[in-house]
């Protein structure tokens, strides 16, 4: 954070008629307050009981995503590197976890959707992410799946596979600090395009910084009657240069939908690269709830 200097007049000298009066100000300067306190949060993980076909770790319904910065009356040219990378925890996970939505949902196979929201103004290093199956009370299976350097504002999805029968899931959700201060996510930098194709979905991700992007991954939730049908497999493009649009087909074979989403896990460099001023939102047609038409009539 920048810091604002301050000037004052610390002297009034020079008293008429009696002369050689010398009066001094004192600057008052308000102490910071470091006081804080926690609320209790969730314990990272929810169960789907009963048949139901989502769980969330927190209710975010009356919470506000506080902006990074008020960009309203001010230039939006900053570095917003130096803003939401943190080279310590600021936080206990229990807190940190507080600020992170998380939605489950089941696919008609019974696969286990997770969509990620980072609503802190921060962003979280690492994200794992592991779903647990149950059979009468008894654990049967699980699956984990792991995300890197999650950015305020955007959702990051994990398809995880279940076993062919069980009768209830829960979700567990760790971070970690541990290579916070190298791995920076360049999403902002990304304008991604598609349509629907022959038979599949057609995506052009440019890369529209000043910074090539050693490993970006997406995936693609497809929805029929406005629930999750399927989704395809994460997918990893590597070098990701600058200035360059990279053209992916993602098949849609045997699934039905009417509608898709498409969401970027990551963009990241393995390591910081000082100096490049980026984008302070994400781009609208990168996932957060936007559905693509299947179809035009």
């Known amino acids: 954070m920048r810091k604002t200097k301050r000037?004052?007049?610390?002297?009034?000298?020079?008293?008429?008629?009696?002369?050689g009066c010398k009066k001094e100000e004192e600057i008052d300067r308000p102490e910071s307050s470091s006081d804080s306190s926690e609320d209790a949060g969730n314990t990272g993980s929810v169960a789907d009981?009963?048949?139901?076909?989502?769980g969330s770790i927190a209710d975010m319904s009356e919470q506000n995503t506080e902006s990074i910065v008020d960009t309203d009356n001010q230039n939006t040219e900053y570095d917003r590197n130096e803003e939401i990378y943190l080279e310590e925890t600021p936080g206990s996970e229990e807190n940190i976890l507080q600020s992170v939505m998380i939605e489950s949902e089941k696919t008609n196979n019974g696969d286990i959707v997770v969509f990620i929201t980072n609503n802190n103004p921060y962003s979280i290093p690492d994200l794992d992410v592991q779903a647990v199956f149950y059979k009468d009370g008894n654990i049967i299976d699980t699956d984990t799946d792991g995300h890197d350097v999650l950015v305020p504002e955007n959702t990051v999805v994990?398809?995880?596979?279940?076993?062919?029968?069980?009768d209830d899931y829960e979700v567990k959700v760790t971070v970690n600090w541990d290579y916070a201060p190298s791995y920076r996510n360049w999403i902002y930098n990304l304008n991604v395009n598609s349509n629907v194709g022959e038979d599949g979905i057609i995506i052009q991700f440019e890369n529209a910084g000043n910074i090539d992007i050693d490993e970006l991954e997406y995936i693609v939730v497809f929805y029929n009657d406005n629930a999750v049908s399927d989704t395809s497999h994460p997918k990893d493009i590597r070098d990701v240069k600058a200035g360059s649009v990279v053209i992916e087909k993602v098949s849609a074979y045997k699934i039905e939908f009417d509608g898709y989403e498409i969401y970027i896990n990551q963009a990241h460099t393995f390591f910081d690269s000082d100096g490049e001023v980026i984008k302070d939102t994400i781009p609208e047609n990168i996932g957060k709830g936007f559905m693509y038409p299947a179809s035009e009539e």
């Open 7 to 19: 000037f004052a007049v610390m002297l009034l000298m020079m008293a008429f008629f009696l002369g």
């Open 49 to 54: 009981t009963d048949g139901q076909n989502s």
């Open 158 to 166: 994990s398809k995880l596979d279940s076993p062919d029968d069980y």
